[in-house]
């Protein structure tokens, strides 16, 4: 894009970013008094606090439409002492429909569960916070509040919380520590959201009105708590969390003997500020972090997994929110996960990391970020384009610093530094798996105006390393456009050819890409339909010298019912020229390696897509997709369903199955098909003990993997597992590998 372009998309975006005043920020005011008395976390409401307290009520419903009294009210009162804030609730029930609970593990899934929570801005910025909910169960959620509107439940603390249920009620009582939390002591006034999902009804109300087609958890369309009285600095906060581990392993495959291994570190969390938080682990284990989902990779990229390690989650907003998914400058599963000879995926041990985040003063946000791993024989790092003829993978050292300034209101712009340093790196050395160093800096603008509606980001980074090649740069801008009937979204982004994040996930270079997506809403009165309406995306790719390379666009159409079912048609359009050799099968054998689509031919197909989604309140629920087209030189059609029941309060069982069949392919490819088969159990046989049991059967992987976990949550946030993991062959489960590890960790508060 050229510079003028970019030059008037940041004016666009800074009037954006100021032109427009908080929504319920002059009506919705919330008085917060003081308590004297000792409150008792037993949800009964009987001390005198809450007599006394103001009460927010008149909830307004959010969805299926807006602006109505909501069917089942709320009422919630809110009061503290020098050490906690209280929160007390009463949830009114308005039919007989058994309450919708998924189960009884933490941190359950906002979308389907009956629940209420509280959301809050404790530095009155609009955009960060906290979340604590619960459900009718008793079963609590904590969660960090990003970008004004963007909840992460990764986010683990102490707190307290009690509930009853009376059947034409049900009623809460919060205990969260000022300590917990992070907080601008120096104001009265915080940012609040008050949201009930009530499931049974499909209804979802608040205490401040939020329009339809907006998110409720928006501090866009936040209320107000004002306390009576400044509030005094919170204790310090330390925890240090101990685990200490067992395991035992034995790779089948090569008839190895058993490997067994002992570990202990820790983790600690030091509160330095009321808004600044350390966080240090020493010899971390992620053992009992579940496995991840395989998929079926017919495409001709790097397939992006979600990072699930704990340490990485918290704050994650602040550290992977550089650049666009396709550019990221940082990917945190680059730190400590690394490829065998072989291409198998492989652990590598962390030493130990520190992350420091928060914000400092209303405006700045800061994270910095450290961590080193061991080095191995026989590994290269994901990321790093491979060099030939090496094997020995160097000690690495990673850092990341963000510093990040808010302006305009709710928008904000952020310098991003990361760097991979190889420790112990010698010049004359040939057989080291990595250069001695990588380096990538860059800025971020992101937009989010006050009343929601305008949002978008622009970036530009550059990256550093020895070979010093040209066009080391990746840029991108992107604009969006929110209201109850209409989503507009446009971008455009290119990659140099030279520019390389090992530490990122930039799975494409040497590309510039404009696309386009946008929605039309349409909500009809009295009818079994809540919303429809039709859909549009087009992306257009090229090289950098502007040659076209691939072009897709898909029109669709939504229509969701009020029984939360919906169904979905979709048409697209494919043309891809192919700038390396590609075999579309995922088959062909090495010997037939020169048969392959070769570079420079191209391919255009057109293809569509039904997918459909039942009542997910029932206790048998049902996603199911199917498409069928055209794919490159041949055809594909693809099966994708997963079948969930739930035993309410006590968990659920599901299979998932995605079906791809490879067809009217000519020789030398063959037809063929892959099968990737998922059944899953969850279950919680208390709140404190949960069973999860995965297995994935992947065709195309020629795997079998069984993943068995039990978890007792024997005190807060301190938990006893153990793990146990299987690899098969599938023709005839001879075990590939096998192990079981134990693993004990303890959150002490001092």
């Not at 009718?136 to 509040?145: D, T, Y």
């Not at 700038?579 to 020169?594: A, C, I, N, V």
């Not at 069984?706 to 597992?721: A, G, I, M």
Request: charge should be negative; hydrophobic fraction near 35%; aromatic fraction near 14%.
């Amino acid at each position: 894009m050229k510079l003028a372009g970019f030059y008037i998309l940041i004016l666009l975006m800074t009037i954006c970013g100021r032109s427009f005043a908080q929504v319920n920020s002059e009506s919705y005011y919330l008085s917060i008094h003081p308590t004297k008395e000792t409150i008792i976390i037993d949800a009964e409401l009987d001390e005198t606090t809450w007599k006394e307290a103001d009460v927010a009520d008149n909830f307004i419903t959010t969805f299926p439409t807006d602006s109505l009294k909501a069917t089942s009210q709320t009422e919630i009162r809110i009061s503290h002492d020098d050490n906690f804030i209280y929160v007390a609730g009463i949830c009114h029930v308005s039919s007989d429909k058994e309450h919708v609970i998924q189960s009884l593990r933490r941190d359950f899934s906002w979308p389907f569960n009956d629940n209420l929570s509280v959301y809050i801005d404790p530095f009155n910025d609009f955009t960060n916070g906290f979340t604590f909910g619960v459900t009718p169960a008793g079963v609590v959620r904590e969660g960090l509040v990003t970008n004004g509107r963007n909840v992460s439940s990764d986010w683990d603390n102490k707190w307290f919380a009690e509930v009853k249920d009376f059947g034409y009620h049900w009623q809460f009582e919060m205990k969260i520590p000022f300590k917990t939390i992070r907080y601008n002591e120096k104001s009265q006034e915080w940012n609040v959201i008050f949201l009930r999902k009530d499931l049974k009804n499909n209804e979802e109300s608040t205490w401040a009105p939020v329009p339809q087609g907006y998110r409720p958890s928006s501090f866009a369309f936040s209320g107000k708590m004002r306390f009576d009285e400044r509030l005094k600095k919170a204790g310090p906060n330390v925890a240090l969390i101990p685990f200490t581990s067992f395991a035992g392993s034995k790779n089948h495959e090569e008839n190895e003997s058993t490997d067994t291994d002992a570990q202990v570190g820790f983790d600690a969390k030091i509160g330095l500020s009321s808004s600044l938080n350390l966080d240090l682990t020493v010899n971390p284990d992620f053992s009992q972090v579940e496995v991840d989902r395989q998929v079926t990779n017919l495409s001709r990229f790097e397939i992006f997994f979600p990072e699930r390690r704990q340490f990485f989650l918290e704050n994650r907003d602040l550290f992977d929110q550089g650049g666009f998914g396709q550019s990221r400058p940082f990917f945190s599963r680059r730190i400590g996960i690394a490829t065998d000879t072989a291409g198998n995926a492989i652990q590598i041990p962390i030493l130990y990391g520190a992350r420091l985040s928060g914000k400092i003063g209303r405006d700045w946000r800061l994270g910095v970020l450290n961590m080193q791993t061991r080095g191995a024989d026989g590994a290269q790092l994901s990321g790093v384009d491979e060099i030939e003829g090496t094997y020995k993978l160097l000690p690495q050292n990673y850092s990341v610093g963000i510093i990040q300034r808010q302006i305009f209101g709710r928008s904000n712009i952020g310098i991003t530094a990361v760097n991979r340093q190889a420790v112990g790196y010698n010049d004359d050395e040939e057989i080291s798996s990595t250069s001695e160093y990588n380096r990538v800096i860059g800025v971020d603008y992101n937009l989010l105006s006050q009343d929601g509606k305008w949002e978008g980001d622009m970036f530009y980074y550059r990256s550093f390393d020895e070979e010093q090649p040209e066009d080391t740069y990746a840029t991108g801008a992107f604009f969006g456009y929110n209201s109850t009937r209409l989503r507009l979204r446009a971008r455009a982004s290119a990659v140099g050819a030279g520019y390389n994040a090992e530490t990122g996930f930039v799975p494409r270079k040497d590309i510039v890409e404009l696309g386009t997506f946008n929605d039309v809403f349409f909500y009809p009165k009295n009818s079994s339909i809540v919303r429809h309406g039709p859909g549009m995306g087009f992306n257009y790719t090229t090289n950098t010298d502007f040659d076209r390379t691939d072009v897709d666009y898909n029109i669709s159409y939504l229509i969701t019912h009020q029984n939360t079912s919906s169904l979905e048609l979709r048409y697209g359009y494919n043309y891809v020229l192919l700038r390396d050799s590609f075999d579309p099968t995922s088959q062909l054998p090495d010997s037939l390696e020169s048969q392959q689509l070769q570079t420079g031919e191209d391919f255009d197909w057109r293809n569509f897509r039904v997918e459909y989604r039942s009542d997910r309140r029932k206790l048998l629920s049902v996603e199911a997709s199917y498409s069928d087209g055209g794919f490159f030189n041949g055809k594909r059609r693809n099966v994708r369903t997963t079948v969930n029941y739930r035993f309410q309060p006590y968990g659920i069982i599901s299979l998932a199955v995605d079906y791809n069949d490879l067809y009217d392919f000519p020789q030398p490819f063959d037809d063929t098909s892959f099968w990737l088969v998922g059944p899953r159990l969850d279950l919680t046989f208390t709140k404190k003990l949960f069973l999860t049991t995965f297995v994935q059967y992947n065709e195309q992987a020629d795997n079998v993997n069984l993943n068995t976990r039990l978890q007792w949550r024997f005190k807060p946030v301190s938990d006893l597992f153990v793990v146990y993991s299987d690899n098969y062959f599938p023709d005839n489960f001879d075990v590939k590998s096998r192990a079981i590890i134990l693993k004990l960790t303890y959150w002490l508060n001092f």
